[in-house]
């Protein structure tokens, strides 16, 4: 079965650079969530969206910035990036058929900020 | 194929009953084991963390068991609490970079 995909998989940035993190969820789901993992850390909810609108916020950055396309995939969008900033990004999906507790993770994306 | 799977996908218990989740995953090489709970609208909050030479681990009224051979972990939850309503997540540590996340048991406490 097909699974949630992230693009890239790994990114390395220099500070005040801009990156984009790209979600693709599986066939059908319509709910995509972002995820952000320091080091040692649990992962911290972002922003999710729901039939391509903001559905939820979470401890977004506002020089973080997402939306959902028309595909339902979704781009996380991160400007003047600084050292924190270097986690793993998860992004998730599920369908508001089945009920937003059951989320798909995708593998994640591992962002180093130099 | 790496792959975390977990059961039941949902349960319902009656506050101050036990209960149990099976967690089995197929991933290889493997470095550690997690199990989070996740409140709807919320993100993961870790749980247990065990590696491959530890089979038992507890958090309070949460007890989590790995078997590395068979390649199965279970959750127990005793004494549950109205509290513990919640998605519970086994996710399983591949290397550094790579976690694979199983999909969740919705348990649900009943007064």
């Known amino acids: 079965a097909a699974g949630v995909i992230q693009s890239p998989r790994h990114l390395i940035k220099e500070k005040r650079e801009t990156a984009t993190l790209k979600c693709y969820p599986i066939?059908?789901?319509?709910?995509v969530y972002w995820y952000q993992q320091g080091p040692g850390q649990d992962p911290q909810f972002l922003i999710s969206f729901y039939e391509k609108m903001q559905s939820d916020k979470g401890s977004i950055p506002d020089r973080f910035s997402a939306q959902q396309f028309s595909d339902y995939h979704s781009e996380l969008n991160m400007s003047s990036l600084e050292l924190g900033d270097s986690a793993l990004y998860f992004c998730?999906?599920?369908?508001?058929?089945?009920?937003?507790?059951?989320?798909?993770f995708g593998p994640g994306t591992r962002l180093t900020v130099l | 194929k790496n792959q975390v799977e977990q059961s039941p996908q949902s349960l319902i218990i009656l506050e101050g009953k036990n209960c149990t989740l099976q967690?089995?995953?197929?991933?290889?090489?493997?470095?550690?084991l997690r199990w989070y709970k996740q409140d709807t609208g919320r993100g993961p909050v870790s749980l247990t963390i065990m590696t491959f030479s530890e089979n038992t681990k507890s958090n309070g009224r949460y007890t989590a068991t790995l078997d590395a051979d068979t390649k199965q972990s279970s959750l127990h939850i005793t004494a549950s609490q109205l509290s513990d309503s919640a998605s519970y997540i086994c996710?399983?540590?591949?290397?550094?970079?790579?976690?694979?996340f199983g999909t969740g048991t919705r348990l649900q406490v009943f007064p």
């Open positions: 967690c089995n995953y197929t991933v290889s090489p493997f470095s550690n």
């Open positions: 996710v399983v540590n591949q290397d550094t970079d790579k976690l694979i």
């Open positions: 066939p059908r789901h319509d709910t």
């Open positions: 998730a999906s599920s369908s508001s058929g089945q009920g937003k507790d059951t989320q798909y």
